[in-house]
């Protein structure tokens, strides 16, 4: 039988892995709706209770130590485990929900159209589409699936499937080309105004940089190119006639389809980065994320083998 009498207090516990995560008893507190005092109280009486010290005390913030660090994994793994037990009992229990996370280019651009086909394909589940432009720590957000951009390594302790390579053309509008005084075919690139995603020192995406890189030239600083902080912005100004910009497959492709795009080079840049399908492993075995991962996957080959949608 297990004796509980064991265990340390659960609300020093929650304490002490919330001061963990932030390394900060202030941010602990904040995200307890407690004070500080409160926080320090309780991780003082665990570690009386466990007879070590946890935290080295800094004069900014606190450091854990070598048994701190052994603890938090510990309590962050058995929380986990709690919290997925949760979702998935409240799952069961409750309506049908599909919680998607993605950026906002391939929301706007690829998933957007194909809202109603998944729905028709999924009825009695309420589908909701998360966006985020930054880097999330996957493990602490509450979705079901998500669909990122970047190499499959990023996404430790998920299934992670690829979806569409990277694949990146320059692309601008008819009218923007017309203005120019040029035709597709003599196109210098460096000489039109470039629209950029801004990506600083992270490297997640192809740039500019990395395409005339590629063909053995350099572009320097240029203070007529634009920049903007997200790619369904950089899409909207090449669609309003302000440059030429990167243009992604398969998000361009309809664009390309119904002519509002044109493609600037047939020859592709290609890195081994790309869109991929992430489950986390508690979702493994849901049925609703397994009926989207069927859905998806279907779509994706439909898209490579230019179907119809």
Not at 6 to 20: D, H, T, V
Not at 75 to 84: C, N, P, Q, R, S
Not at 97 to 107: K, N, R, S, V, Y
Request: glycine fraction near 8%; charge should be neutral; hydrophobic fraction near 45%.
């Amino acid at each position: 039988m297990r004796n509980h009498s064991r265990l340390p207090p659960l609300k020093a516990l929650a304490a002490f892995e919330a001061a963990g995560r932030h390394l900060s008893f202030s941010g602990a507190a904040v995200e307890l709706g407690t004070t500080q005092p409160a926080v320090s109280q309780q991780v003082a009486s665990l570690e009386a209770d466990l007879g070590v010290a946890l935290f080295r005390r800094l004069h900014r913030g606190v450091a854990l130590t070598a048994a701190g660090t052994e603890l938090l994994a510990a309590v962050t793994a058995g929380l986990t485990t709690i919290e997925d037990a949760a979702i998935a009992i409240r799952r069961q229990a409750g309506p049908k929900l599909l919680q998607i996370l993605t950026d906002f280019g391939f929301a706007a651009w690829w998933l957007m159209a194909r809202l109603g086909a998944l729905g028709e394909r999924m009825p009695g589940v309420e589908i909701r589409v998360l966006t985020a432009q930054h880097e999330l720590d996957l493990r602490r957000e509450q979705i079901d699936v998500a669909v990122l951009f970047g190499d499959a390594a990023r996404w430790p302790g998920h299934r992670v499937t690829m979806l569409f390579e990277e694949r990146v053309h320059p692309v601008c509008t008819p009218a923007y080309l017309t203005r120019q005084g040029l035709a597709a075919a003599e196109v210098d690139l460096a000489q039109l105004r470039l629209l950029h995603i801004r990506d600083p020192a992270q490297k997640r995406w192809a740039s500019w940089a990395d395409w005339f890189e590629q063909r053995g030239q350099s572009i320097d600083k240029r203070p007529q190119d634009l920049r903007f902080d997200n790619y369904q912005l950089v899409l909207q100004a090449t669609l309003l006639g302000q440059g030429a910009a990167l243009g992604w497959r398969p998000l361009i492709d309809d664009l390309l389809e119904g002519g509002h795009l044109l493609l600037l080079a047939e020859e592709a840049l290609r890195t081994e980065r790309g869109y991929h399908l992430i489950e986390p492993l508690p979702r493994l075995g849901d049925p609703v994320v397994a009926q989207f991962r069927r859905w998806l996957l279907e779509e994706r080959d439909r898209t490579d083998s230019g179907q119809p949608r």
